[in-house]
């Protein structure tokens, strides 16, 4: 069964340095997304990313994340100015269509730790 | 805004034994209700969803689920857990014609004694 993989599983990075999580999508995939889940706490909405350009955004993703697709495959999450508050476990996922009869499919996650 | 409630923060549950894992749900309309199950280290795996039709769906490792409307519930039931069932249960809505996110709630952690 197609996947959505994520690398790398886990990152540690400085506070104040940018850090890019990568996402590959499922192939005939046309959405995609982007959640965090902080340890403990629940899965929370980042992003969702349609034909190029941003669908919709929760009041979590402001002006230091970004989001990109520079390929064909590729699906990537931008944090310009890590803060300590963004570590936290980052799930990519996938639907062949918005949320409704097509589900999200979601990739193993990419832990990021801010030290 | 959609929300989701998932009463129970820790289940233990004896193996072999029958398993019911609470959701409650707040939204408008009918949403689109989904189960997803996260073993440690490992991401969502989607179990079961309910879009319409059938207020009983059937999902993988044999899971179901029953969408109930007057009580705003959605509630995952199995019938004999196995010790693999051991993990984090998250309940989530989407909303129909409306925001691309799933909302999902707190999750529940099964644990399965010997």
């Known amino acids: 069964e197609p996947e959505v993989t994520q690398t790398p599983s886990h990152q540690v990075t400085q506070m104040g340095q940018e850090v890019i999580l990568r996402c590959v999508p499922i192939?005939?995939?046309?959405?995609f997304y982007w959640y965090r889940q902080i340890l403990g706490q629940k899965v929370e909405f980042l992003v969702s990313f349609y034909n190029n350009e941003i669908s919709e955004k929760s009041e979590i993703f402001d002006d230091q994340f970004s989001v990109e697709r520079p390929d064909g495959s590729n699906f990537t999450l931008k944090i310009r100015s890590t803060k300590l508050e963004d570590s936290a476990m980052y799930f990519c996922?996938?639907?062949?269509?918005?949320?409704?009869?097509?589900?999200?499919?979601f990739g193993d996650g990419t832990r990021l730790s801010i030290l | 805004a959609q929300s989701v409630t998932q009463p129970d923060i820790h289940i233990t549950v004896s193996e072999g034994a029958s398993l019911e894992l609470r959701c409650n749900y707040s939204y408008g309309a009918t949403p689109y209700l989904f189960w997803y199950v996260q073993s440690p280290g490992q991401g969502l795996q989607l179990l079961l969803k309910y879009f319409s039709g059938d207020t009983l769906v059937q999902g993988i490792k044999g899971f179901e689920a029953e969408f109930k409307r007057s009580q705003s519930s959605f509630n995952l039931r199995k019938p004999s857990v196995h010790w693999s069932d051991a993990a984090e249960y998250f309940c989530?809505?989407?909303?129909?014609?409306?925001?691309?996110?799933?909302?999902f709630g707190k999750g529940t952690h099964l644990i399965i004694q010997p």
């Open positions: 989530a809505v989407g909303a129909r014609g409306g925001a691309d996110g799933l909302t």
């Open positions: 192939s005939n995939h046309l959405y």
């Open positions: 996922a996938s639907s062949l269509h918005r949320t409704g009869d097509r589900p999200q499919h």
